[in-house]
């Protein structure tokens, strides 16, 4: 059974053009996170919620809007899609925020995002 | 301070010992980490330290902690060609936010 999955795995577009990332946890976590993996293989953190509730936003343009339905899903929209955006992007849950081993994160397999 | 570093290559041969080291700046990080990630794919966790520990074993990995030097490191012992892949070293900012703070990346090359 996946733990954190997201959909697509790979998404190759145009300049311009308007893009969602969504993922979900089916391990009963509280707080959902989207990391940035850019070519270097550095990795960012861009937002992270809490029960829904926004409790990182890095700076990130505001192109970029994460949208939680639900604790169990975190969806990454992106509008105006231009060729910086290409990197892999990372979802991931922890339990909470309480401290600790709960707010261990475990990782998605990533989407590759390609801008042409 | 947000910086996490880390060398970006070590090459080792298949049944030594591999040592990756990692130096972070926020003194007040409560838990450490570190993930693996094989090529195409997410982050593995691998393991975590405590702030308040020195050691932490876990069958083949060692992680060693020196909070006044701010250096945490990982020893991969008797490594096998599977071990290849990016080790992300990743400290907890302070903070009841979650946010990590991630490394740069160290590529491990396992020769058979």
């Known amino acids: 059974d996946t733990a954190v999955s997201q959909t697509p795995k790979y998404l190759v577009t145009q300049m311009g053009n308007d893009k969602s990332i969504k993922c979900e946890q089916n391990?009963?976590?509280?707080?959902m996170y989207w990391y940035k993996q850019d070519s270097k293989k550095f990795l960012k953190i861009m937002f992270s919620y809490n029960n829904k509730e926004l409790i990182i936003n890095e700076t990130v343009p505001n192109r970029f809007s994460p949208k939680s339905p639900d604790k169990a899903h975190l969806n990454l929209h992106i509008n105006s899609l231009e060729l910086g955006d290409s990197a892999v992007y990372f979802c991931?849950?922890?339990?909470?925020?309480?401290?600790?081993?709960?707010?261990?994160?475990?990782f998605g397999p990533g989407t590759r995002l390609l801008v042409l | 301070g947000e910086d996490v570093e880390q060398s970006l290559f070590l090459s080792v041969r298949e049944g030594d010992s591999s040592v990756i080291n990692c130096t972070y700046t926020?003194?007040?990080?409560?838990?450490l980490y570190w993930y693996k990630q094989e090529p195409g794919a997410g982050l593995q966790l691998l393991t975590y330290i405590f702030s308040n520990m020195d050691m932490k074993q876990d069958q083949r990995l060692t992680v060693l902690l020196n909070k006044k030097d701010k250096h945490l490191s990982l020893r991969i012992a008797d490594t096998q060609t599977g071990d290849s892949a990016i080790y992300f070293c990743a400290e907890r900012f302070s903070g009841n936010t979650g946010k990590l703070i991630f490394g740069q990346g160290t590529t491990l090359q396992v020769k058979p």
């Open positions: 991931a849950s922890s339990p909470g925020l309480a401290g600790g081993p709960q707010e261990t994160q475990y």
């Open positions: 926020d003194s007040s990080s409560t838990y």
């Open positions: 391990l009963g976590h509280d707080t």
